[in-house]
């Protein structure tokens, strides 16, 4: 951070003298020698407060920036308090010297200019050096930064008055007439700067994690984390996924013990050795089921021939079908259920 200083008038009131409360920072964007800009918010507000609370010592006023010097700098005040104004800015409550208040009251000095530091990666003013009363203002027809509420102080019609009066305008000239009168003399305005925001490149870490570019911008990253998270959500795990399969396998081999048995080629007596075969080779058990001789006649049972089984499809079955984007009604077309 460097140190920068502004200059702005003091706000004075003939019958009171000294001002209690001055404006440091009037609220807004602000530039200095026409490269250098700063912003003036809450929160830079907030910054230069905590700074000040940090370092336990008041911030004074000074003449002529004397205390940046290594003669003696005695104080023409000190600020008291602090005060955040969203309507002006940042405002100072000031306990003058005596000598300082005669000044002021005599109007000996006019000026003054605070000496602060500028955050570099978002140009807030964020801490407060020093304020310094000056009758030296680098600015040339300087605008007062602490200006009363209630409409254009008098001093200022005035000034604009002479400009008008100097450029050979009639007195209702418009701020467009007085820019052109001043063009036609060869004198270049400031323009008003544009300032692009940069785009703020995603940290090494989370371009390598995601498996992005370089160039990717914020929205990509998001776009991938929430696919990521989509993923979670949906994923069968390795474990889910082994117990659906043996609930499967334990299914099948009941279904295949089963019409076995309806075919009277298993017993009563042989469903849990079935069971186990079926379980451990299910292609095995179908094929011994097709090779086995019928030991149980179920034509001659009562009723005759055994009745078809039906089955709805079971939960296993209908999550399986779920994780692999099965229609079910695929499923019980495919198996004739």
Known sequence: MDLYSVIAKIEQ???QGAPEWVLLFAAGKGELDGDVEFLVDEPAFDLIRQEIQARGNEVHFDYEHASLET??????????????????GI?????????????????????????????KKDNRVCDLDSVALTNRPRTHHLTPLVAKAGGQKQEDKMDRDKLIAALGLDKD?????????????????????????????????????????????ASVAVASIEAL????????????F???????????????????????????????????????DLDGFQLYVTKAPQVVPVEDLPGGKAPKETREIDDATARVAKMMDVDIEDIKKATGK
């Open 229 to 240: 998270k989509r993923t979670t959500e949906t994923q069968v795990s390795r474990a889910e």
């Open 13 to 15: 009131d003939s019958a």
């Open 91 to 119: 405002l100072a409550r000031v306990e003058w010297t005596d000598q300082a208040a005669q000044y002021l009251a005599n109007k000996e000095y006019r000026y003054f200019s605070p000496v602060f530091y500028i955050r």
């Open 173 to 217: 000239a418009t701020d467009e007439d007085i820019c052109a009168a001043v063009a036609k003399i060869g004198v270049k305005l400031p323009e008003e700067k544009t300032v692009e925001k940069p785009v703020e490149k995603m940290p090494a870490q989370v371009v390598a994690a995601l498996g992005l570019k370089e160039d990717d911008t």
């Open 71 to 88: 003669h003696a700098a005695p104080a023409a005040g000190w600020i008291k308090e602090l005060k955040w104004d969203p309507a002006r």
């Open 242 to 280: 082994t117990a659906l399969q043996q609930e499967l396998a334990d299914r099948d081999a009941s279904d295949a013990v089963a019409a076995a048995m309806a075919k009277g080629k298993v017993t009563p007596d042989q469903k849990e050795w079935a069971l186990t075969y079926a379980k451990k």
